[in-house]
T-cell receptor, first 113, second 115 residues
């Protein structure tokens, strides 16, 4: 079943631009909403995460916006840099599921210099 | 601090064979989980081990199995390999907590090709 839907599949942005990736989920039991970043040949690495008691979290150039009623959350990358070129995954989970993340399909971001 | 180490990094097997993959978690991490990554299905959860016990399992057939040792190192095994088992197998370790945090630290994966 498609519990987590991520869009767009791919995104091309110019250096200095804003990259926005969206994630929609169905499971209302999810209570932890991370974004993972994966470079070619590497495993995913946690970029930023949010809990449902806040609607937005910012860490440097990266911001998560969370809309509980719409069951959506998004990743915003400000001042995008070529080094941000990677694949991004949303991967929500619920507390009772241990380390079981439900990954979105991934968004391949390319930032042109 | 050393990261998650997976061995072997690359391997080629033929249909019907079996394979064992190994994962050494970050020192102090007691939870180890395994994921399969393919272009078609994306990243899918296989199973999680904590204190040598499987505490979560994904929707994979019984050909996929795993175990965890007392030093938290883990192995996964796939028997009777099929072409569709070709994938990147990722191991992740974490410090399990009772709150919905718990960052997963992934290794670089073992890339399995089944011919």
């Amino acid at each position: 079943q498609q519990q987590v839907k991520q869009s767009p599949q791919s995104l091309i942005v110019q250096k200095g631009g804003i990259s926005i990736i969206n994630c929609a989920y169905e499971n209302t039991a999810f209570d932890y909403f991370p974004w993972y970043q994966q470079f070619p040949g590497k495993g995913p690495a946690l970029l930023i995460a949010i809990r449902p008691d806040v609607s937005e979290k910012k860490e440097g150039r990266f911001t998560i916006s969370f809309n509980k009623s719409a069951k959506q959350f998004s990743l915003h990358i400000m001042d995008s840099q070529p080094g941000d070129s990677a694949t991004y995954f949303c991967a929500p989970k619920n507390e009772g599921s241990g380390s079981r993340l439900t990954f979105g399909e991934g968004t391949q971001l390319t930032v042109n210099p | 601090k050393a990261g998650v180490t997976q061995t072997p990094r690359y391997l080629i097997k033929t249909r019907g064979q079996q394979v064992t993959l190994s994962c050494s978690p970050i020192s102090g991490h007691r939870s180890v989980s395994w994921y399969q990554q393919t272009p078609g299905q994306g990243l899918q959860f296989l199973f999680e081990y904590f204190s040598e016990t499987q505490r979560n399992k994904g929707n994979f057939p019984g050909r996929f199995s795993g175990r965890q040792f007392s030093n938290s190192r883990s192995e996964m095994n796939v028997s009777t390999l099929e072409l569709g088992d070709s994938a990147l197998y990722l191991c992740a370790s974490s410090i399990p907590t009772g709150v919905p945090t718990g960052e997963l630290f992934f290794g670089e994966g073992s890339r399995l090709t089944v011919l």
